[in-house]
């Protein structure tokens, strides 16, 4: 088993790369493996087509790392290809990934294939994407995150010299009262604030919308404190200064580092479950429906394009589905009350006649019928003896 060390830069003339680690296979495979030169080469194409379309950062350096990664493991050039190629990759990757791994390096061989490449025939079917049933944090858990996130960390074992409780804070309220995604709160701007109207614009969202969110005012207080007493003292770096969540290095936060960030203050708050950016917009979302907003009111925060999409947001607490549960199947007082309806016996007379039938009568009729039917009969009847 041999492994290539490849590095793709993320930009032209850029100082990041993409370190491309690819299991190979024997050495068989390697004596048909393409060169460096032309993966590289593939690649850059790739990334310019993605740039002149306008993609993000992020969705560029992903579909080209996993580009790199299937040019490298195929060993051919793309006029080479066949479509056993391209089922031999997407088997391997199914070996290494779950479908919702899967779907995006699909996407993305499928997008070269078909704009670069010019090999329309080779486009793969990507595997079915799973829905994953997300759970909310509870209020209590809510409450602990927030907390811990206010505790000043200055001057603890292994903390820098910087204090960090009044920016945790303030993107903690933007995550769970604002509902902003983690590319968003990274994004966000100082000439995008308007925190006399209690508003804010979000810079870059998703698919590079530019959009207003409403915020709460505990919301603007922590953005406002954060301003005084942690944003004034950073000397942001050139091309920077308009950035509303820095580092200490003056340089704006990666997302990353705010995935980090919330684990971290997870961990301390000592929340058993796995807490990421991304689920206090779920939890934000539940909130708002447990509240008694509509679909609509709530899209208009969550800035869903579709309605469909804010449903898989909405939630329903374990709390408030047990009390549902218990309301469906509360005991019933009637259910120990005497029964006042008559009771199917079988008629003593019809015994006689060969044809037995159901008959309701009440206990008072019972028991006259089996007294005259006992008194008439000189022959016992079965089940009165």
Excluded at 50 to 73: C, D, I, K, Q
Excluded at 81 to 89: F, G, H, I
Excluded at 276 to 303: D, S, V
Excluded at 320 to 347: C, H, M, Q, W
Aim: glycine share 6%; proline share 5%.
């Amino acid at each position: 088993m041999f492994t290539k060390c490849w590095f793709y830069p993320l930009w032209p003339h850029s100082r990041k790369f993409i370190i491309l680690l690819v299991d190979v296979g024997d050495g068989e495979h390697m004596e048909r493996s393409v060169s460096q030169e032309y993966v590289s080469h593939e690649v850059e194409r790739f990334g310019e087509y993605l740039r002149g379309e306008r993609r993000t950062t992020a969705t560029v350096r992903s579909y080209n790392r996993n580009l790199g990664v299937f040019l490298t493991f195929v060993g051919k050039t793309v006029g080479e290809l066949t479509k056993a190629d391209m089922q031999a990759w997407k088997t391997h990757i199914a070996g290494l990934y779950c479908e919702n791994s899967m779907v995006p390096m699909v996407c993305a061989v499928n997008c070269y294939m078909v704009r670069i490449a010019n090999r329309p025939e080779l486009k793969m079917q990507p595997p079915r994407w799973v829905e994953k049933d997300v759970i909310p944090m509870a209020e209590t858990e809510v409450n602990a995150f927030i907390r811990e996130s206010k505790r000043p960390m200055l001057g603890c074992k292994g903390h820098k010299t910087f204090e960090v409780c009044h920016r945790d804070y303030m993107m903690t309220c933007l995550l769970y009262y604002g509902g902003l995604r983690a590319s968003e709160v990274v994004t966000l701007r100082l000439s995008g604030l308007d925190l006399d109207r209690r508003m804010l614009r979000v810079h870059e969202g998703k698919e590079k919308n530019y959009s207003m969110v409403l915020l709460n005012d505990t919301t603007v207080t922590a953005i406002r404190e954060y301003l005084a007493f942690t944003r004034a003292l950073l000397k942001p770096q050139a091309g920077y200064e308009d950035h509303l969540v820095l580092t200490e290095g003056g340089t704006p936060m990666s997302r990353t580092n705010l995935w980090v960030t919330v684990k971290r203050i997870g961990i301390r708050a000592g929340i058993k479950k796995n807490i990421y950016p991304h689920l206090f917009r779920h939890t934000m979302a539940t909130k708002m429906a447990e509240k008694g907003l509509n679909a609509f009111e709530i899209q208009a925060q969550t800035r869903h394009k579709h309605i469909e999409t804010v449903q898989k947001y909405v939630h329903i607490s374990e709390g408030a589905r047990r009390a549902a549960y218990e309301r469906a199947f509360e005991p019933d007082e009637r259910i120990n009350e005497p029964s006042t309806k008559p009771t199917p016996v079988l008629g003593p007379s019809l015994y006689a006649q060969g044809n037995p039938q159901v008959v309701m009568m009440t206990p008072q009729q019972l028991e006259q019928v089996l007294q005259a039917a006992i008194g008439a009969s000189t022959k016992p009847l079965p089940g009165y003896q």
